[in-house]
């Protein structure tokens, strides 16, 4: 299961995606998150759906890939979709089981909350898929870069959130081995109830926690052993700059939005 997780993960190829300057794409993940919430109706979700699916074939990453990311979160998959499906409120009943009745407003919200979630982590995917995280901190320190003049750490923000998404796969790493280990010393994680599973990632959970804040320990030494004091006076090796390639994409997530908005209003 830790393997399906693609947060975080690059897939190194060369696309017209991964040229894209890292503050458009940051842009673009931002105002799909927004159409998608923007969807109010399950035909406003087809234009996002068809969206992620041409930039995927565009960025050359496997399609399985993003569906591949969705498998670590299957449980919460069904677990929302069985929770608005039985507990929503409607008129219309579409199959009465006696003791709980499904009824059609609550299918439709069952499918359109399931459809967000992976929507979004589809959308989330494909950015850190196509961006290196170098780059990524490089673009969002850019696009924070104006809130300086409130004395905004847009440095410090930045670097955080890279260093975060850097060591996920460090981290997904680390806690397969010690997962390895458990297993040969007799350890169970996969039979039992969920208390008894929860019971068994106690031994996973403690010393994933101490490596991890050990590597923070010996990150933070090595940052100051080297000088490190933040962005101020700092050079960059590649100046971003914008492309026609960018605006070509920022006039498809313009039609993207008007095709949501649209969408919403026919049905």
Request: charged residues 20%.
């Amino acid at each position: 299961m830790l393997k399906n997780i693609t947060l975080g993960q690059y897939y190194p190829v060369d696309s017209l995606v991964h040229r894209l300057d890292p503050r458009i794409k940051i842009i673009l993940l931002i105002a799909l998150i927004v159409a998608i919430f923007l969807a109010g109706n399950l035909l406003a979700f087809v234009p996002v759906m068809l969206f992620i699916g041409f930039a995927s074939m565009l960025s050359s990453v496997p399609f399985k890939l993003l569906l591949k990311g969705l498998r670590p979160l299957r449980f919460i998959l069904i677990f929302t979709f069985v929770l608005n499906l039985f507990f929503l409120q409607g008129e219309e009943i579409l199959l009465d089981l006696g003791f709980m009745s499904i009824k059609k407003e609550a299918l439709i919200s069952a499918v359109r909350f399931s459809l967000r979630l992976v929507l979004l982590v589809m959308g989330s995917s494909l950015l850190t898929l196509t961006t290196p995280p170098i780059v990524l901190t490089d673009g969002l320190e850019r696009l924070l870069s104006p809130l300086r003049v409130i004395h905004f750490p847009a440095h410090e923000m930045a670097m955080m959130m890279s260093i975060a998404l850097r060591f996920i796969p460090t981290l997904l790493e680390e806690a397969d081995k010690i997962m390895k280990a458990q297993t040969a010393r007799g350890a169970d994680f996969e039979s039992g109830n969920l208390i008894q599973r929860a019971r068994a990632m106690v031994p996973l959970l403690v010393p994933l926690f101490v490596s991890a804040f050990r590597r923070a320990g010996d990150l933070a030494m090595a940052m100051e052993a080297r000088c490190y004091h933040g962005g101020e006076g700092r050079t960059r090796l590649r100046v971003l700059k914008c492309k026609a390639a960018d605006f070509y994409s920022l006039f498809a997530l313009a039609a993207l939005i008007a095709a949501v908005v649209l969408c919403g209003k026919v049905y």
